[in-house]
């Protein structure tokens, strides 16, 4: 199994970004995806999360009414689309997926696939 993660960058206060998380190597659409994120010297914490049909979804009380998940099961991929960016949200993101895809975890322990992260930096 391989999540590709990209899109991150560097964004100015108030930018968007949309980030993408390409999947391989599993039944893609069996899988909960999830975003996360981990800032320096900070944990990892839940971002958003969408479930196998995409009918589901959840968000951190922090990103409520700023940032959108989503997916294409036919392409594999889900996406965090990222508006009124603010510089607490500047940290390394990351996608994750779980089985089953019903429900949605935010819990990092929960998951069990891994993508590498991507930066996003947002300047004030």
């Known amino acids: 199994v391989q999540l590709q993660a990209s899109g991150g960058g560097l964004v100015q206060t108030g930018g968007s970004l949309r980030l993408s998380c390409a999947a391989s190597?599993?039944?893609?659409?069996?899988?909960?995806m999830g975003w996360f994120r981990q800032a320096p010297g900070k944990g990892r914490e839940f971002v958003a999360g969408?479930?196998?049909?995409?009918?589901?979804?959840n968000y951190a009380d922090s990103v409520k009414g700023r940032f959108t998940i989503s997916r294409d099961n036919a392409e594999k991929t889900v996406y965090l689309m990222m508006n009124s960016l603010k510089p607490e949200d500047t940290a390394v993101y990351y996608c994750?997926?779980?089985?089953?895809?019903?429900?949605?975890?935010?819990?990092?322990?929960?998951?069990?696939?891994w993508g590498q992260g991507t930066q996003v930096t947002v300047s004030s």
């Open positions: 994750a997926a779980v089985r089953p895809a019903k429900y949605i975890y935010d819990q990092s322990s929960s998951y069990q696939y």
């Open positions: 190597g599993l039944i893609f659409g069996g899988y909960t």
């Open positions: 969408i479930n196998g049909s995409g009918v589901r979804k």
